[in-house]
C-alpha cells in the first residue's frame, strides 16, 4: 500500500508520499451497541464504559455515498451521529480505522447484470461473482495526533494519488429524516477521476468498513446498499466480509451496485439528493417498516434541510450552534 499525509480544516489536492505500511446505519452495529451504559457511567469519564460508548459512536457510520460530478467519482463516507449541537470542529479518534473498498472486476467479466427487474429494485442489479467479491482498490484512512489524515492505498497508481481531493471533518448530515434535520456527522470525502478508478468494467461494487483498536482490533461496522445493514436480521453483516455474507450468511452481499454509465440514483450508487427512506418505501420494500410514516416514509421530508454545496465537498456546511 501507499500512504497519503493530508492536513485537515481545508479542502486539499493530495501530495504523495511512498511508505511501507462496507448503509445508511445510524446505530445498528452489534458489537458497539453491545456496549450499554448506564446514566451514571456516562457522565464519568473514568468509567471504562464511558470510554466504550465514546468509540462506539466515533466508529459508527451513518452513511455512504457515491456519485459523479462531470468526470470525477466522489465517494463520502460519514460516521457519528452523536455529535454535540456545541461542536465547531471535529477531531478524529487516532484508533479508528476507515476504510472505502471497490471491487472494479476483473478480466473483462462484468460485476453485476441488470436484467432482474426484482434485483435492480432491491440490490441496484445482479451480482454475478457473489462468492468473490474483493477489494481490488482500497482507501484505509487514519488519522494521527495532529488530526492530520493519513491515507493508504491499494490499486491506486502513483499519478492518480496526486489527483486524489480529500475533505474531512465537520458537515451537515445528509440523511434525509426528520430526526437528523439539524444535526451534523464527521465526514471522509473523496473525490478522484473516474479514469482512474474503472479499468475494467464500468459497473463497481462499493463498500465501507470502520474498525477500532480500542475493541481489540475487530470489524466493528459496515456499510454497503443503504438501508440496510441497519436491520436486525442483518446484525451480523456487520461483522463479515461482502464475500462472507455470501459464504457465511447465505445471503446477497451488502455492497452499492453502482453503474458509472448512468446517473447516481438509490439504489444505483447513491446522490446526496436522494431520499432512500421515501425511495424504499415507494419500491414496497421490508426496509419501510422501520420508520414512524406519520413523520417519514412517503410522509417524511423528502430534501435535505440545508442546500448542498454546489462544489467540493459538495456537503452542506456544519450547522453551527445556536447563540
Known sequence: ????????????????????????????TPLLNSFACTATQLTNPND?????????NQSEITDLFAFKREDKLVLILNTNQDISASATSY???????????????????????????????????TLVRPHHIAARKQFKITFDANNEMI????????????????????ADDPFIRAGRQGKNVAAIVLEIPLTDIVTNDDTLLIWGSTSSTLINGNFVDHV???????????????????TDHFRK?????DVMIYNTLEAASYPNGRELTDDVINLACLAGGNECRVFNQATEGLNGPSVNDVPFRVEFPYLAPAHLPAN
Open 1 to 28: 500500500m501507499r500512504t497519503l499525509r493530508l492536513t485537515l480544516g481545508a479542502l486539499c489536492a493530495t501530495a504523495l508520499f511512498s511508505t511501507v505500511s462496507v448503509a445508511s446505519d445510524h446505530g445498528d
Open 48 to 56: 471504562p464504559c464511558h470510554a466504550r460508548n465514546a468509540k462506539a
Open 91 to 125: 477531531t478524529f479518534p487516532t484508533d479508528v480505522n476507515y476504510s472505502i473498498m471497490i471491487d472494479t472486476g476483473i478480466c473483462g467479466e462484468a460485476t453485476a447484470t441488470f436484467d432482474n427487474v426484482e434485483n435492480n429494485n432491491k440490490y441496484g442489479g
Open 151 to 170: 491515507i493508504k492505498t491499494k490499486g491506486i497508481s502513483r499519478a492518480a494519488k496526486s489527483r486524489l481531493k480529500t475533505f474531512a471533518g465537520l
Open 224 to 242: 454497503g446498499r443503504s438501508l440496510r445493514s441497519m436491520f436486525a436480521e442483518n446484525d451480523l453483516m456487520n461483522t463479515k466480509t461482502p
Open 249 to 253: 450468511l447465505h445471503v446477497t452481499p
